[in-house]
């Protein structure tokens, strides 16, 4: 069955530590990958998304996503965190090019100024 | 991107009885989908609603519980119909980007009594 694991369910960080969020996902073949990010009280929002060519994705607020297909993995990092990226963060794919996203059960992340 | 405007926002609802919850999007969209957010859970699809067809639904969800309308292309509903207390959740309406991301509304968190 087609899923998403996100394993880190809360994460603690202080300000300007480095962040790496995992996301696993189980399909085969082609897949679209997207990071969406949920501040508190707002809607989701995307961060980055993955279809193909460079495997190291860059979004907004300087994140990015690496794509390592050997180990159906694509994780968010950031070098250094601020206090105001505390925040839900979802992985999610989509093997139909369909907009027909399953998502991760997501990853708290809290930073501590 | 998409403006997406949910209503309610959130409600409070006895057990036995039903909610509309309402997603109007500044653009005129062919798709237009509906997920769920359990507590502590994943996004999860519910359906996805064509304008001037059947909604097609997950596999776990019936039109008996979640009828859903697309009357025209910027505007959907969906009913949680004879609510129990495992249907508290928070509702989200979607619609496709050009890019295959998903554009999401505020959401309407429903708590059944």
């Known amino acids: 069955a087609q899923s998403v694991s996100q394993h880190n369910h809360h994460v603690i960080l202080s300000e300007a530590a480095s962040l790496e969020l995992g996301c696993n996902y189980s399909?085969?073949?082609?897949?679209?990958l997207f990071w969406y990010v949920q501040y508190p009280g707002q809607h989701l929002q995307l961060l980055l998304k993955y279809f193909s060519g460079d495997p190291l994705v860059k979004g907004i607020k300087g994140f990015e996503a690496e794509f390592i297909k050997s180990k159906f993995s694509f994780n968010l990092r950031k070098p250094s965190v601020q206090w105001s990226d505390t925040a839900e963060y979802f992985c999610?794919?989509?093997?139909?090019?369909?907009?027909?996203?399953?998502f991760g059960t997501g990853t708290r992340l809290t930073v501590i100024p | 991107s998409a403006v997406i405007s949910q209503k309610p926002s959130r409600d409070i609802c006895q057990r036995g009885t039903s909610l509309t919850i309402q997603c109007q999007v500044d653009s005129q969209v062919t798709m237009m989908f509906w997920y769920r957010q359990q507590p502590g859970q994943s996004l999860t699809l519910i359906a996805t609603?064509?304008?001037?067809?059947?909604?097609?639904?997950e596999s776990g969800f019936v039109i008996d519980k979640f009828p859903i309308s697309r009357p025209n292309l910027t505007f959907s509903t969906l009913t949680v119909s004879n609510m129990s207390p495992e249907d508290s959740s928070i509702y989200l309406c979607?619609?496709?980007?050009?890019?295959?991301?998903?554009?999401f509304g505020e959401g309407s968190r429903l708590t059944v009594l």
């Open positions: 609603a064509n304008q001037g067809s059947e909604a097609t639904y």
């Open positions: 399909y085969g073949g082609t897949v679209n």
């Open positions: 999610a794919a989509d093997q139909t090019g369909a907009n027909n996203l399953f």
């Open positions: 979607s619609v496709g980007g050009r890019g295959g991301e998903l554009f």
